[in-house]
């Protein structure tokens, strides 16, 4: 009778809807009891009560706070994770201190940092956002923009470039390259076209001969 009472107690606080069995049950169980035992019954109710819904409140507040919270893992192999060292759930701070401390030449594999996040649903999404001394947030937002465009991790992406300085010059060196090739490429499509027209008189001018 009181599990049957702290159950429905419970699902009426939290607007759970329920069948009438649980009352039904409760009323028919204290029909003839002596009221002492039936105070007594009713403390344990409330005491039970009190505290399961405390608990479940502290829970919900536990898991809503987790969601969307990012969290990093150091990889001694990138492609791997089994492979070579590994740690999961750490700080950033803490995950490049374990980073600069595995030696690169240990094992064959490419060593990474990466970032765990949890979506409204829970599910949690990772990506190696350091990868062999490199960042991989471009990469990122080209293979997975939706999280790419996570608060979070733009934080992330942001601070790991002031805790490792190197990152963020070989980020302005990649983009310095790129810019170049791009350059390059709109030369080259330059000279192409003005390269068409001879080409074409040429053509016209030996048929013109045959």
């Not at 492609?79 to 995950?95: D, I, Q, W």
């Not at 805790?163 to 990649?174: H, S, V």
Request: contains cysteine; proline residues 3%; negative net charge.
């Amino acid at each position: 009778m009181e599990a049957e009472s702290v159950a429905y107690t419970v699902c009426q606080h939290y607007g759970i809807d329920t069948s009438d069995y649980s009352f039904a049950y409760v009323a028919g169980w204290s029909k003839g009891k002596e009221m002492p035992e039936l105070k007594e019954s009713l403390g344990t109710i409330q005491k039970a009560t009190s505290e399961l819904i405390i608990a479940i409140d502290e829970k919900v507040q536990e898991l809503t706070a987790e969601k969307g919270k990012a969290t990093f893992y150091v990889a001694e192999c990138s492609e791997f994770h089994s492979m070579g060292e590994f740690k999961e759930g750490l700080t950033l701070p803490e995950a490049v201190k374990l980073y600069q401390k595995i030696p690169a030449e240990r094992m064959n594999g490419i060593k990474a940092i990466g970032i765990s996040i949890k979506d409204a649903d829970g599910f949690s999404h990772e990506w190696d956002l350091v990868r062999g001394g490199k960042l991989q947030f471009d990469e990122m937002k080209e293979i997975v923009p939706q999280l790419a465009e996570n608060p979070f991790v733009q934080k992330a992406a942001e601070e790991i470039q002031d805790l490792m300085p190197e990152l963020r010059q070989e980020t302005a060196e990649r983009g310095g390259t790129e810019k170049k090739s791009v350059h390059a490429k709109l030369e080259a499509g330059k000279e192409k076209a003005a390269a068409q027209p001879h080409r074409e008189t040429k053509a016209k001018n030996k048929g013109q001969e045959i």
